[in-house]
């Protein structure tokens, strides 16, 4: 089993200013899954550490990846092309390519769940079988 990460998440575990730092925070802690990034998330997280906080805090983070506290799920050919399918499934929202790869990773490693703050993708985005997503942290 695998806790796949959206930017927004990550990003408010490690900033502790963010809104919904405690929850995000907490959830990573308490996790006993793999805690997956897909790679085009890192590019996101990245510009927002740098724009919004520090270059410390992403130095930290990638320290935090390059222990092993994540796995990084990659982008190759293959999961390029399902990426740009969701993105042509769902060109109504728009889909950009970091929330299509987060949605793609779930689909390929089968699961039901997502820990993103954007709610206005994910309560629409839909697994092939089953319910819609579970949104996690789960807000009150």
Do not use: N, S
């Not at 993105?87 to 970091?98: E, H, I, R, S």
């Amino acid at each position: 089993m695998a806790l796949v990460l959206d930017t927004g998440v990550l990003f408010a575990a490690h900033v502790t200013d963010e809104e919904d730092h405690e929850a995000c925070r907490t959830l990573l802690a308490d996790t006993t899954e793999t805690r997956v990034i897909p790679a085009p998330v890192l590019v996101e997280l990245e510009y927002l550490f740098r724009a919004r906080a520090t270059l410390r805090a992403w130095l930290a983070f990638t320290e935090d990846v390059a222990d092993g506290a994540y796995t990084i799920y990659p982008t190759d050919g293959p999961g390029l092309r399902a990426i740009a399918r969701a993105q042509k499934t769902y060109a109504d929202l728009p889909l950009g390519f970091v929330d299509a790869a987060v949605f793609t990773a779930c689909l390929e490693l089968g699961e039901q769940k997502v820990a993103a703050l954007d709610h206005r993708h994910f309560t629409v985005l839909r697994p092939r079988k089953g319910p819609m997503f579970e949104l996690l942290p789960a807000r009150a």
